[in-house]
């Protein structure tokens, strides 16, 4: 299976805007930005769904949310709010095959989401 273009920003074989790294994990200012703060948390680790994960994976996964707290907290929208949500195969719309974790926030979101 062909490298993920996440994989690709991991390596620095492709500019991403950078916003946190760690031995696990990397954040990333989304391209196509659906609110003013929307940023993918990424395992390093290419796990193409939520679908692969297993018992060995919630430490890492209960990580994400842990830096992804972290993060809204800096980018100050801990407070109003903000949502974090994972896209699983193409009902769900997902588009890149390498789990990332939205995290969105900075205006209101709707819910039921469409
Ligand atoms: P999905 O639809 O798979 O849940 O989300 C994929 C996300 O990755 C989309 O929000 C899309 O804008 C973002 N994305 C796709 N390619 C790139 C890229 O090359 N760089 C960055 N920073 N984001 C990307």
């Not at 994990?25 to 609110?35: G, H, T, Y």
Request: aromatic share 8%; net charge negative; charged share 25%.
């Amino acid at each position: 299976m062909s490298e993920s273009i996440f994989s690709k920003i991991i390596k620095r074989e492709f500019p991403a805007e950078i916003v946190y790294e760690d031995d696990e994990l990397i954040a990333i200012n989304d391209i196509n930005p659906q609110a003013p703060v929307h940023i993918l948390i990424i395992p390093k680790r290419e796990i193409s769904t939520l679908n692969e994960l297993d018992e060995s994976d919630a430490i890492l996964m209960g990580k994400i949310i842990i830096v992804a707290k972290k993060i809204a907290a800096n980018k100050d929208i801990a407070e109003d709010g903000y949502r974090l949500l994972v896209n699983c195969n193409k009902n769900a719309g997902q588009t890149v095959f390498h789990i990332h974790f939205h995290l969105l926030g900075g205006r209101i979101f709707g819910w039921p989401p469409g």
